[in-house]
């Protein structure tokens, strides 16, 4: 019996020996498997500084895994594109490629890299598996993919969806303007935009062609397009003086001249002052192409992946531009992106609203107690009339500096001229509004609002009443028409900016531009006499800004 159980126990403990080996094989394999570190090279057609490549590039990060290397090289295309760069980028990348480790697989970014690599296949990159992406030449990409080495992802610009996105926003719309220049990329966007006429009859179609315009001459035919007029900025990388503008450029260029909203078909600029539309997600082809990598490093045979023909397009759009040229949020899909998102009024001041709600609530349950007692009832009321004289003068001021608001401005303009008292609009835009959130922080800039509306105020008179317009907008109502009052106010509200502003700690020169209307002189009622102050202040923005202007029926023409 002893020698039974003393064989069954050796048995046993072969049996463990044995099993613990295979599960320390398995284990020596995965971290086998772990080490074994896949390299990825991406080529891309412009330079880092162009900002969809630097899209492109964190979809390609959060498309690998942790053990994976990417290595990045920049043709740099849309500043020089000639033979001579394009040997000097052969050989360098040639000598490069010759002193690392190769790669598992080549990312190719947009139309310039695809080219590069087909020319230069056999001498750099010969049984290297390549994945395109941001291509827009389809004939190409689907030509060179029957190579069982070569797949990608298609880019596709909607043309036809951004101008449905466009119509549905802007239901008057009456010609549809395009931005393009002479490049490559330029001239075959521009037939295919041409190419919709037809099926819009109702619109016009033409285009401002930076290539053959002046800096100048490019800005004012910017600014000519209507504010019914739809316009799509597609491709500015040269205008007629030789200068080259990354996509930041020409958005800034673009942006500060246009009179109405700015669509786009690729992600880039949008928050920077574009609306936006129906995009190409310059992220998520980065993203399809490093999973198509990752995919072919795992080892999934190239052919079999195949060409993604659906171009990763979203809907996308900047609140604040919509809200700028009071475009209806509602009317936008469901699934678009939004930028600059502007939470309800609920979301924004619930740590205000519900303390007081439950105060207003707190205080109607003690009113219905105390109904039988008359002198506590008569109390009560008039605690409750003082929270709501509280409340509504909270819904007339601006939260932030404490003056009276937009909606209070409606109100009093339109009753004064309801009455048919003659009076005068001032609209006050801080300049480079942006430019100090973006340099000092959003706390510098509210120091600004709240420095500025301090400074009207001190203004603040029987006949002058100032007022938070909107964003960095302040307006000013005088109730008086006569020129030499006017001009007085006019130097003063420019004078508030002599003075240096505190942001950040430090002095600070801030400017701002002021423009100029009275009633009923320029208008006989409340929208248009707005319109006409906010074309002065326009004026003085071309004209320098800094400045003051009155309103001038010929400003309309300009």
Not at 7 to 26: D, E, H, K, N
């Amino acid at each position: 019996m002893m020698k039974r159980n003393k064989r069954v126990f050796v048995l046993s403990l072969a049996v463990f020996i044995f099993l613990i080996g295979i599960w320390g094989t398995g284990v020596a394999a995965k971290e086998t498997e772990k080490t074994n570190d896949g390299r990825i090279l991406f080529i891309s057609s412009y330079s880092y500084g162009w900002d969809t490549v630097q899209s492109q590039i964190e979809g390609i990060k959060d498309g690998i895994d942790d053990n994976t290397t990417v290595d990045y090289e920049f043709m740099d295309t849309k500043r020089v594109d000639d033979d001579t760069s394009g040997k000097m980028f052969y050989e360098g990348l040639k000598y490069r490629m010759s002193k690392v480790e190769p790669y598992d697989v080549v990312i190719l970014g947009d139309d310039a890299a695809l080219r590069f690599a087909i020319e230069y296949r056999e001498e750099l990159f010969a049984d290297i598996p390549l994945v395109f992406e941001g291509v827009n030449d389809e004939k190409l990409a689907l030509t060179v993919s029957e190579d069982p080495l070569i797949t990608g992802v298609l880019e596709q610009l909607s043309v036809e969806r951004n101008i449905d996105f466009a119509k549905k926003l802007m239901p008057d719309a009456k010609k549809v303007v395009a931005i393009l220049d002479d490049t490559v990329t330029g001239q075959a966007e521009r037939g295919r935009f041409f190419s919709y006429q037809e099926k819009y009859p109702d619109l016009q179609f033409s285009e401002i062609n930076s290539s053959e315009l002046t800096g100048s001459k490019l800005k004012q035919r910017i600014s000519q397009v209507g504010k019914n007029n739809i316009l799509i900025y597609v491709m500015m990388t040269e205008d007629a003086d030789g200068k080259h503008y990354s996509n930041k450029e020409a958005v800034k260029v673009i942006t500060s001249a246009a009179r109405t909203p700015v669509f786009r078909m690729v992600d880039g600029g949008i928050g920077e002052g574009i609306l936006g539309g129906n995009v190409v997600s310059m992220y998520k082809s980065g993203e399809i192409a490093a999973g198509i990598a990752m995919d072919i490093i795992n080892g999934k045979e190239t052919q079999k992946i195949g060409v993604v023909v659906d171009s990763p397009n979203i809907y996308c759009v900047d609140q604040q531009i919509m809200e700028k040229y009071e475009l209806d949020m509602d009317l936008i899909p469901e699934e678009t992106e939004i930028v600059n998102y502007k939470p309800s009024f609920w979301k924004r001041n619930k740590e205000v609203l519900i303390p007081g709600s439950i105060l207003i609530a707190a205080l109607l349950v003690i009113i219905l107690i105390c109904l039988i007692d008359n002198l506590r009832r008569r109390r009560l009321f008039r605690e409750l009339d003082e929270v709501k004289g509280i409340m509504e003068s909270a819904s007339q001021h601006d939260f932030l500096t404490g003056i009276p608001n937009r909606s209070k401005f409606m109100v009093d303009l339109e009753k004064i001229i309801g009455e048919q008292i003659p009076c005068t609009i001032m609209m006050i835009d801080i300049d480079e509004f942006k430019k100090i959130n973006d340099t000092y922080g959003h706390t510098a800039g509210d120091e600004a609002l709240k420095e500025v509306a301090s400074r009207l105020k001190a203004l603040q008179s029987q006949i002058l009443t100032p007022y938070r317009f909107a964003g960095d907008e302040f307006i000013l109502i005088v109730k008086s028409k006569q020129s030499k009052i006017v001009e007085k106010t006019a130097h003063q509200c420019r004078e508030l900016f002599m003075k240096p502003f505190m942001l950040a700690g430090e002095p600070r020169k801030v400017c701002g531009s002021i423009g100029i209307a009275s009633y009923p002189k320029d208008a006989d009622n409340l929208e248009t006499l707005i319109e006409c102050a906010d074309l002065a202040m326009y004026k003085v923005k071309k004209s320098g800004k800094n400045n003051f202007a009155f309103y001038e029926p010929t400003i309309n023409e300009e």
